[in-house]
């Protein structure tokens, strides 16, 4: 039910960021480990009938060193897998740092918190079509 009322909420925020032209990070969940991890709305784009890329934001708040990691995922609705395509670091002193991808993708569990953004960027694509 909570997860039915958050997609909800994101398709109606959808809507009205795609209206207004600006970019929009969007909560969807708290880690275990007590991050918070975010979606950018103005960042989701279809690849192909079945992908879609998307940016997410996870907020450390145990780590001394990292502020922030924004990632660059490309997801596979129809298989549930999900691939990072490029990561960047931002650090409490400043600095960032940059990562590639992997080329790989990787199949979504129930278990991890990235089903849940599954579900969310998934649904939200199915309205785009």
Not at 6 to 11: E, R, V
Not at 15 to 42: F, N, Q, R
Not at 87 to 96: A, M, Q, R
């Amino acid at each position: 039910m909570i997860k039915r009322i958050l997609l909800i909420t994101a398709c109606f925020l959808l809507l009205g960021s795609v209206a207004s032209g600006a970019s929009d990070w969007l909560h969807y969940i708290d880690t275990e480990k007590g991050e918070k991890c975010y979606i950018d709305l103005d960042s989701i784009k279809r690849v192909s009938a079945d992908v879609v890329e998307v940016s997410r934001k996870i907020e450390s708040k145990n780590s001394s060193a990292v502020s922030s990691l924004i990632s660059h995922l490309e997801m596979d609705c129809s298989s549930n897998r999900l691939r990072v395509l490029k990561e960047i670091t931002h650090y409490k002193n400043g600095k960032t740092g940059t990562a590639a991808g992997d080329s790989t993708f990787r199949h979504v569990s129930p278990e991890d918190f990235e089903e849940s953004l599954m579900e969310l960027v998934c649904s939200l694509k199915k309205r785009m079509q």
